[in-house]
């Protein structure tokens, strides 16, 4: 017999409030990164609509986790917004979502809530990919959380993991040619350090919505030994409580680090 909705959304409501108060004693993660998956199929499959609804919706959801993020008390937040294989897409699709980010990196740079808490917005990428709006867009954000870093939201827009990781080896290899470092002077820590996070503590989780079990070319050389979750949801869809059971997964993993 299914039970009436009052008594469903209230037994919900109890489970979400005490899933809250377990993750909150927890241990939580100072690096999350999110592989913003199933806009698409949430506009076909949920809403039956065209795809660019499901990227709206999209845009508005991550406003909320960056939010969920500064209340859980998670520092720092790493997207995968665009990836440099997403520019395949329709054109118009490509345009739509890049007037999205436009308008996403001028609301983060004016919101509030960014300013109370010291978050610092960047970008990271190949910028020469982007077009104009979204770049300037980029320099505003930016500009406007210079100098923030208690908390931070980092925007991966025309990303892709391994351009990352040769652009650390070109950065290098210009070191070397110079003769500002020598070849045994390289080492793991080095190119870190020269990686598009190389401010930023490697992820500590790593979470992909929409059901696809794959990394796809997101944060390559920081994923080492991120603990990685993978759920069902579209990420329109994706709720604070799902947030919650993201963080008291990794919170019951025991992390090795290899040992």
């Known amino acids: 017999m299914e039970l009436p909705r009052i ?3 209230k037994a919900y409501s109890v489970y979400e409030a005490e899933l809250e108060k377990q993750v909150r ?11 913003m998956d199933g806009n698409r199929r949430y506009a076909r499959e949920v809403l039956n609509t065209d795809p660019i ?11 909320e986790v960056v939010h969920w993020c500064l209340d859980l008390g998670i520092h720092h937040l790493t997207v995968y917004a665009f990836s440099t294989e997403n520019f395949d897409r329709d054109p118009e699709e490509v345009s739509c979502i890049m007037d999205l980010l436009e308008k996403s990196l001028y609301e983060f740079g004016d919101d509030e809530e960014v300013h109370k808490w010291h978050v610092g917005i960047k970008v990271i990428g190949d910028q020469s990919l982007l077009p104009d709006n979204v770049l300037e867009a980029m320099r505003y954000a930016e500009e406007k959380t210079k100098g923030y870093s208690d908390f931070s939201l980092n925007m991966a827009i025309a990303y892709g993991g391994r351009q990352d990781i040769t652009n650390a080896v ?4 210009e070191k070397v040619k110079s003769g500002e470092i020598d ?8 190119i870190s350090s020269c990686i598009s996070t190389g401010d930023l503590p490697d992820p500590d989780l790593i979470l992909r919505t929409s ?3 794959r990394v796809s070319n997101f944060l390559l050389w920081q994923m080492a030994y991120s603990e990685l979750y993978f759920t069902d949801i579209y990420w329109p869809g994706f709720r ?7 963080v008291r997964t990794y919170q019951q993993r025991k992390r090795r680090f290899g040992k």
């Not at 070109?170 to 290899?173: E, G, H, L, P, Q």
């Open 7 to 9: 008594v469903s959304d």
């Open 25 to 35: 004693e927890g241990d939580m993660p100072k690096h999350l990164a999110i592989i």
């Open 53 to 63: 609804e499901g990227h709206k919706l999209g845009r508005d959801k991550l406003n």
């Open 170 to 173: 070109r950065t290098i290899a």
């Open 183 to 190: 070849v045994e002077d390289i080492n793991e820590s080095m």
């Open 211 to 213: 059901g696809e079990i």
């Open 240 to 246: 604070f409580i799902d947030m919650l059971r993201a």
